[in-house]
């Protein structure tokens, strides 16, 4: 057995190796010196990890892993479980230690590791209790990390392997979103997270700027999450002090664990919130940060109900939200900022409209961001960031900023990347903050007065009060609309009839009904008067003159302009590049185009039609009589981009219309 005691299932070993279950079976019925069984049962079997290394090496089965990859093997491998492993790995790394076996099972301790020095459930100052954690071989290997990036850099992409294992059973804050709330809330000197999960808010405000807080503190339910997030912020002060030249370890404290001076205070304990009463010396705090979990019902409702925490009403028991804004504002000191990270149903809920309409009166709320679709779980929803201020006895602030990050777009938009999001919101908040006024964005950005906002329903979902973005509505805009429409349309009667002037049999390319001689694709490329590109088999980008068509699903042969040029092929296209000297681009687009051809070379093998581009067929024709084809086919694809854009254009002035009828933009007769 290996000294520390990591023991594997077969299953494991045959991800080791990269093979299947059957392959470690056969391997011990072929080979006795396979490793024998240490645990386990006959029916699952556990081998020892470092035999099992040691013998697929030997055989020349096992690749060597990065040291990340082998300490992630021995941390899934641990018989106390994954996540109590990186505990004591990232207690290695922080230089704490604990015991490699408890002497029994229980609850993680409360308080963080090298931060306030309070004891805690084990009567140890910051929950160091003395001996190594890991064994020798998990203990090298974690050095080995730690040579190679640092001790923080190491635990966080521990930390980051162990949360992508259990994606649903954790809903985590992404490192972006956790800038930009940081940035909103501004420097201070000490910031509470009280459902800090891993703790990335926590991380994001001790690196949002050149202000260090001096103390961070934490709560979460889970205690495995509260160790994880404390470990996480002492190695991350520490590096901080290292990098500023205060007192941390000396490099030979790689090999030989030590105490780790830190320049910020770090406690984070595993607690309910809401549920736990603060100590009476709990100190007031300059910042909250807060993505608390979303539509709790058992969220101690019954037990609260005359909690003084509820100064702005008792919040119904299916507005958790509400309840973890007031304990924010309850734990800040006056003058304050809380942002927290919550679903848009708080905004608009009608339960939670009276809470709301106080938060209004009183100037503790002083934002609402709707923030673009993907900024944290559920990915779906439009997430929206509460901005509060505890009151500090001036006047309130009579005026609330609401912005919609994603609106302004016309339909079917791509929203913008989320750096420009993230530096428009920060811009917006800073100038409301400064002056009490962000600049006016139509559909995007507004600040109303809060009286406005104080109707029945209190709804302060920002895009219903916005005013409309892009919307094109006046009598000049709809004008113009109108104006390219007419245009288009008079284009479009006039292609149509020049193909009716052309139909005739006189200027037919060819004789009508007389059968071509044929050629495939495959053939012409096998010639070199083409050739055949495919977007999965290698990178391409688009000339003028190249041939698009999709392989897979709907779409047509289209012939590449000047102006889209340089675009790189993606899938499921191909690019035909011909030979001007043999073939017409136009006469080839043609005829890929046709119905009779595209079925022929079709395979329906699976769901979805698949065309075998080398099977497809083109006439053998002399090279002016393929530009006459050319020249016609050509011209039926400039009326069918012309149709095209009469529908859109048709589509826009009908929409128009009825919302500048219905605004009065447009002047009604």
């Known amino acids: 057995m290996g000294s520390d005691g990591t023991e594997v299932t077969a299953a494991a070993i045959a991800r080791l190796a990269g093979v299947g279950r059957a392959a470690v079976s056969n391997w011990r019925r072929r080979y006795a010196d396979f490793p024998r069984p240490v645990g386990g049962t006959e029916a699952s079997p556990a081998f020892s990890l470092a035999e099992v290394e040691r013998w697929l090496r030997a055989q020349g089965k096992l690749a060597e892993a990065p040291p990340r990859e082998r300490v992630r093997r021995r941390l899934e491998a641990d018989p106390d479980g994954y996540g109590p492993a990186l505990v004591r790995a990232g207690e290695h790394l922080a230089g704490l230690g604990a015991p490699a076996k408890p002497a029994a099972p229980g609850p993680l301790p409360e308080s963080a590791p090298g931060g306030t020095g309070a004891p805690d459930a084990t009567g140890v100052p910051g929950g160091v209790v003395g001996g190594d954690g890991v064994g020798d071989e998990l203990g090298h290997e974690l050095d080995a990390m730690a040579r190679e990036s640092g001790a923080e850099a190491a635990f966080e992409q521990l930390l980051a392997d162990y949360l992508d294992t259990n994606p649903r059973q954790y809903v985590l804050t992404p490192p972006a979103t956790a800038a930009l709330m940081a940035r909103l809330a501004g420097p201070g000197d000490a910031v509470l997270d009280p459902a800090c999960g891993a703790g990335a808010l926590l991380a994001a405000a001790g690196a949002a700027g050149p202000d260090t807080p001096a103390a961070l503190y934490g709560q979460d339910t889970d205690p495995l999450l509260a160790r994880l997030a404390a470990l996480r912020l002492t190695l991350r002060a520490a590096a901080a002090a290292a990098g500023a030249g205060q007192p941390a370890p000396e490099p030979a404290a790689v090999d030989v664990p030590a105490a780790v001076d830190v320049p910020a205070a770090v406690d984070v304990r595993a607690q309910d919130a809401l549920r736990t009463e603060p100590a009476p010396d709990a100190p007031s705090v300059a910042t909250v940060l807060c993505h ?42 006056p003058g304050g900022t809380a942002v927290l ?37 559920p990915h779906s929803l439009p997430l929206h960031l509460w901005i509060l201020r505890k009151p500090d006895g001036t006047s309130a602030d009579a005026r609330l900023l609401l912005m919609d990050a994603a609106g302004g777009r016309a339909e079917g938009e791509e929203p913008p990347p989320w750096h420009e999001t993230a530096a428009a919101v920060l811009a917006a908040w800073r100038a409301h903050d400064a002056d009490g006024a962000a600049p006016e964005q139509p559909g995007v950005c507004a600040t109303l007065p809060v009286i406005d906002l104080l109707d029945d329903e209190v709804d302060l979902t920002p895009a219903r009060h916005l005013p409309p973005g892009n919307a094109g509505t006046d009598a000049a805009s709809l004008a113009s609309v109108r104006g390219e429409l007419e245009r ?26 007389a059968a071509l001689p044929e050629v495939t694709v495959g053939e012409l490329a096998r010639s070199g008067a083409l050739e055949v590109h495919l977007a999965s088999a290698e990178p391409v980008t688009t000339a003028p003159g190249d041939i698009v068509l999709p392989v897979q699903g709907r779409g047509a042969a289209h012939v590449v302009a000047e102006s889209e040029s340089g675009a790189r092929l993606a899938k499921p296209l191909c690019l035909l590049r011909v030979d001007p000297a043999a073939l017409d681009a136009w006469f080839v687009a043609g005829f890929l185009r046709s119905t009779a051809n595209t079925r022929q070379a079709s395979s329906y093998a699976s769901s979805a039609s698949r065309i075998d581009v080398r ?11 393929q530009r006459a084809y050319g020249a016609r086919f050509r011209r039926l ?3 069918e981009t012309a149709l095209r854009r009469v529908s859109e254009l048709g589509e826009e002035f009908v929409q128009g219309m009825f919302d500048g009828l219905a605004d009065s933009t447009v002047p009604f007769p």
């Open 637 to 639: 694809a400039e009326f």
């Open 615 to 625: 099977r497809l067929r083109l006439p053998r024709l002399p090279l002016e009589r």
């Open 341 to 377: 990270l919550l679903p848009p149903a708080v905004a608009a809920r009608r339960t939670g409209r009276r809470v709301r309409a106080a938060l209004l009166r009183k100037g503790a709320l002083r934002a609402v961001l709707a923030l673009p679709p993907g900024a944290a779980a």
């Open 488 to 513: 288009t349309l008079r284009r479009t009667l006039d292609l149509a009839g020049e193909e009716g002037a052309g139909s005739g049999a006189a200027e037919a390319p060819g004789p009508e009904g």
């Open 292 to 333: 608390p979990p979303f539509n709790e019902r058992n969220w101690g409702h019954d037990d609260l109900a005359y909690d003084p925490r509820w100064t702005y009403g008792l919040p119904a028991r299916t507005e958790s939200e509400l309840a973890w804004m007031q304990h924010a504002l309850a734990r800040l000191r």
